[in-house]
């Protein structure tokens, strides 16, 4: 059965997440399904109504300002794309739900981790309600190694530190994929070294 299901690719800033997303997308063209492909409006990198992977592929999308909006676009077709899923509204979790409900075929991206290595908007929920979901890794920045699970945001060269906001529309010259050894979360009270999660606190009795 074709439809009935949420693919979900997830993982750092520039591990190929679009690019994977559009190469489905081709396939379900080249199979002649009917295809919708959605981005959230926040995300201004693209100077147009299109999606864009970093290697230059595009495909032409619907950009929409609440989840919501995702139904009514998506009324007359058999597969949903849709990019950025991070920046969505908590609505886009029964949105995607009705969406597999009504038997269509739903493909994400998202980023897993903001830039403070904490879980990113809704995406947690979605990576459970997903029926796959797939995780790349990008190439370490700093080090080079492969392994690279982290988005590293700069502001002047140096990473940013915790009180940044959350979100910051960039690309090259502001965010960057960084190994866990790599990654740096300046000003933290209590970081441990390798993920920028704060170590929790035991009494001895506890």
Not at 20 to 45: G, N, Q, Y
Request: glycine residues 8%; contains cysteine.
């Amino acid at each position: 059965m074709y439809g009935y299901s949420f693919e979900l690719i997830t993982g750092p800033m520039s591990c190929g997440k679009t690019e994977e997303l559009l190469r489905r997308i081709r396939r379900c063209i080249i199979a002649k399904k009917k295809v919708k492909v959605i981005s959230p409006d926040v995300d201004t990198r693209a100077k147009g109504d299109y999606i864009e992977s970093r290697n230059g592929l595009w495909l032409d999308a619907v950009k929409v300002k609440h989840s919501i909006q995702i139904l009514s676009e998506a009324r007359n077709v058999e597969v949903v794309a849709i990019d950025e899923l991070q920046f969505f509204d908590s609505n886009i979790v029964p949105v995607i739900t009705q969406l597999m409900n009504e038997g269509k075929k739903v493909i994400g991206t998202g980023l897993e981790l903001d830039f403070k290595a904490q879980p990113f908007g809704c995406m947690p929920e979605l990576m459970c309600i997903a029926t796959k979901v797939d995780k790349l890794h990008a190439v370490c920045m700093k080090c080079g190694c492969e392994d690279a699970t982290r988005t590293q945001r700069l502001i002047d060269g140096k990473p940013a530190d915790k009180n940044s906001p959350l979100i910051m529309i960039g690309g090259d010259e502001t965010y960057e994929a960084r190994c866990i050894k790599c990654y740096e979360l300046p000003d933290e009270k209590h970081p441990h070294p390798k993920t920028g999660f704060k170590l929790l606190q035991f009494d001895k009795q506890g």
